[in-house]
Structures are given as structure tokens and as C-alpha cells.
């Protein structure tokens, strides 16, 4: 396991380099992002351990962080002055541009990882914004009416787009049907609400709403997507057959869920980090047929595959590495510490 310090700021958010495994950036608020500026750190691995490359300062708190996918020295940032800035790395410290539409905090930011040519902005103020690099003002506003934290692109359409938020509900957008009245609406799916019964097993009762704060589309499974947050269950939609309900649900956090990532190597894995300190790795079951163990709470055959707890405070970002041996992750959190660890060390894989 490889440690990298950030002394006098708290973790939110790590991402690998799309383009190089040996880069990360980390962004990070000081005074646990309550109130202060912010630190964007861009980390590199070497043979002697984890070094900072550069980091950029700016005047508010930072929460989010993506990289490009047309340009490996451009990482955007979520602020919480309601701004969106894009660094160049190879530049000096100030940002080469910066968008401050949003009204509130901006706690997400998303490449298009299709088209490569927008990147969205999901905030606090209950809207998501579309943005193209090239342009002073956003193309496009998706409001949710509640705030959102977590917004992504499909990994499959360039014009398809989720979002999960205070009132416990996954949305998707499609950009290519008409702007009218539900702006670009096409599904709002209740997180909490009860599965369809299964034959032979009591029926999972409906769970109370509460905030969903993360979600993750699968790498392998069009139309697959986990979601988490405050009720520390994690549970996987086939959005193709939104009437179901959660194919399956993971549980086993003792705090709130804070981030979540499907493995991009393995279709059934993912990596949770929640504000327990423990990171854990989970199968959906999907591999499995979806056995059922008869708890009416957790069914799908999915179930925890183990568990990191060398953080010492809330665990609030995480991202797989792309590039080499498949399980390799960073984690970061509130304790000012990036983790580099081996997911299939504590998979006993």
C-alpha cells in the first residue's frame, strides 16, 4: 500500500489519469470543506513513492475532479462557490477557464466519455448543466428540483445521462428527445421503493426515502447502474426494466455511503467508500444467476468480497486504475491521506 500526505486539507475526490498510470489528481477543501479554500494536487507514482507534481489553490473548497478525454493535461474541478474551472497542468497555477452559473455548491463534475466534446455539472441548487469547453456559457440546464450530488454521462450514449439527488430518486435524461415540459426526462426512478415479490421468498418491504449521494453505471452491462448514499445500501437498477425495482442490494456499511465505482475489468465487482472509514469490495451476484438468500432485505446474491479500514476518517473518493494488473485503486478521505491499494489483497483473490 503506497500513502501520500495532504496535511492541512481533507480529501474529496481522487481519479486516475485516463491517459498515464502513473498520474493522479486528488481535489481537497480545507477545514473539511466547511468553510476555506481549496487544493487541487496532481500526484505522481515513482519508484520512491508518491510525489506531488503541482497543485493549484483556489478560493473555495473543492469536491469533485474529472480529466479530460480529449486533452491528458485538462482536469476540471467542482467548487463550492458554485463554479467549474479547468486547469491545464501544464500551465501556471490559475485556471484556463471557469464557468459560474450554478447558484450553490457544485459537488460533481463528468466527461462525456463518449463524444469526448461536453462534460455536465451537477449542484446543490437542484440543476445539472451541460457544458462544451469551447463555449462562456452552459448548452443546456436539466433541473431535478432537489440537489443533486452525483450526475454522470452513459459509458454507452453521448446524449444519455443519470443523476441521483436529495429526494431519493435515479433520473435519466436523453438529450435527443424534444426540450418540452419534462426537459429531456425520460425516467425518475424511487430509489427506496419495495422490489418486485419474488416467488417463494416474503416480500422486501418498501424502505423510507432518504438522500442518495453516489452512482456508477456498469462498464459491461448497458443499462446497469448502482446506487448509494445515506441508508448505507448500495442497490444495482437494470433501468431497461425499471419496474422491478433494485436487482439487487449490498449491505454491510455502518455510515453512510459516500462514493461508488464498478470495476472496469470485472462486470459483477465494485468499490464502495462510505463515511464508516472502511472501503469494500462487492459482487452483485450477477455472476452468480442472482441466487437468493431468503433475507427479504438483501437478495441478488450479491455480497461483500472485503473490506480496507486503514483510513481514519470519512472516506470520501475512489477510482480504479485503468492500466495493468486489474484491482489496482486510490482512495482518499478526511483524514488527508491518498491511498494506492490492491483490491484483490483483501479479496483473498
Not at 469494500?280 to 427479504?296: A, F, H, I, K, M
Not at 480504479?320 to 484483490?344: N, P, Q
Request: one cysteine or more; glycine letters at 8%; proline letters at 6%.
Amino acid at each position: 500500500m503506497l500513502e501520500f500526505n495532504t496535511p492541512g486539507w481533507n480529501g474529496y475526490s481522487v481519479k486516475w489519469s485516463p491517459y498515464f498510470d502513473s498520474r493522479i489528481a486528488v481535489a481537497t477543501s480545507a477545514n473539511f470543506g466547511l468553510v476555506g479554500n481549496g487544493r487541487l494536487y496532481i500526484l505522481g507514482l515513482t519508484p520512491k513513492g508518491i510525489v506531488a507534481e503541482k497543485w493549484f489553490d483556489t478560493q473555495d473548497g473543492l469536491f469533485d475532479l474529472a480529466w479530460s478525454e480529449n486533452h491528458e493535461n485538462q482536469v476540471l474541478v467542482a467548487s463550492g462557490d458554485g463554479s467549474v474551472k479547468l486547469f491545464d497542468i501544464s500551465l501556471p497555477e490559475f485556471p484556463i477557464a471557469s464557468w459560474s452559473e450554478h447558484a450553490r455548491e457544485v459537488f460533481s463534475v463528468h466527461w462525456n466519455l463518449v463524444s469526448k466534446e461536453t462534460f455536465l455539472s451537477s449542484s446543490w441548487d437542484g440543476c445539472i448543466k451541460i457544458w462544451n469547453p469551447n463555449n462562456a456559457s452552459s448548452i443546456a440546464t436539466l433541473p431535478t428540483h432537489s440537489c443533486t450530488y452525483s450526475a454522470e454521462f452513459s459509458p454507452y450514449s453521448p446524449s444519455v445521462l443519470s443523476a441521483v439527488s436529495s429526494d431519493s430518486n435515479l433520473r435519466l435524461f436523453d438529450l435527443r428527445t424534444p426540450a418540452s415540459a419534462s426537459n429531456h426526462l425520460v425516467l425518475s426512478l424511487p430509489i427506496h421503493a419495495a422490489p418486485r415479490a419474488r416467488p417463494g421468498i416474503a416480500p422486501a418491504p418498501a424502505m423510507p426515502p432518504s438522500e442518495a449521494l453516489t452512482h456508477d453505471w456498469n462498464k459491461y452491462r448497458d443499462g446497469v447502474i448502482a446506487t448509494a448514499g445515506v441508508d448505507r445500501t448500495i442497490r444495482v437498477f437494470d433501468i431497461r426494466a425499471p419496474a422491478q425495482g433494485p436487482m439487487s442490494t449490498l449491505q454491510g456499511h455502518d455510515y453512510a455511503v459516500r462514493r461508488i465505482s464498478w470495476s472496469p475489468h470485472l462486470p459483477d465487482l465494485l468499490l464502495s467508500a462510505s463515511y464508516d472509514m472502511t472501503c469494500r469490495v462487492w459482487t452483485d451476484g450477477s455472476n452468480e444467476g442472482g441466487q437468493l438468500d431468503g433475507d427479504p432485505l438483501t437478495f441478488g446474491g450479491g455480497k461483500e468480497m472485503g473490506r480496507m479500514g486503514r483510513h481514519t476518517e470519512f472516506v470520501t473518493g475512489l477510482d480504479w486504475c485503468l492500466f495493468g494488473t486489474e484491482g489496482w485503486c486510490a482512495t482518499t478521505g478526511w483524514d488527508s491521506r491518498l491511498l494506492i491499494w490492491d483490491v484483490r489483497a483483501i479479496m483473498g483473490r
